[in-house]
Nanobody
Framework: QVQLVESGGGLVQAGGSLRLSCAASGRTFSSYSMGWFRQAPGKEREFVAA????????YYADSVKGRCTISGDGAQNTVYLQMNSLKPEDTAVYYC????????????????????????WGQGTQVTVSS
């Protein structure tokens, strides 16, 4: 069984920074891409960022573009999300997700932003930004 474990969440003031981490453990697998999603209270889960290891392609939601950077190591199935200039509206539970294997699929924001693409999910880490 594969587990994704997020860490790095916490309470930060508006304008501050956090770095989220996600590491896979358990059964060995090869990830094709990994991503971050978030869910604020009373809202649906939404896409934040993703990285496709082949070619190092990165994708961002408009709401975080310019403020967040996704990076990681595909061989280790680890992914990070550096978040700067945080805003109260960034408050949410942040989830890590991984897409396994070597799929044949288009490379586009709309594809990687779809939750159904991902095979494994973490339990989430809380990020709270105070005003």
């Amino acid at each position: 069984q594969v587990q994704l474990v997020e860490s790095g969440g916490g309470l930060v003031q508006a304008g501050g920074s956090l770095r989220l981490s996600c590491a896979a453990s358990g059964r060995t697998f090869s990830s094709y891409s990994m991503g971050w999603f978030r869910q604020a209270p009373g809202k649906e889960r939404e896409f934040v960022a993703a990285i496709t290891w082949s070619g190092g392609l990165t994708y961002y939601a408009d709401s975080v573009k310019g403020r967040c950077t996704i990076s990681g190591d595909g061989a280790q199935n680890t992914v990070y999300l550096q978040m700067n200039s945080l805003k109260p509206e960034d408050t949410a539970v942040y989830y890590c997700a991984a897409e396994r294997g070597r799929p044949v699929r288009p490379e586009s924001l709309s594809v990687v932003a779809n939750e159904r693409l991902y095979d494994y999910w973490g339990q989430g880490t809380q990020v709270t930004v105070s005003s």
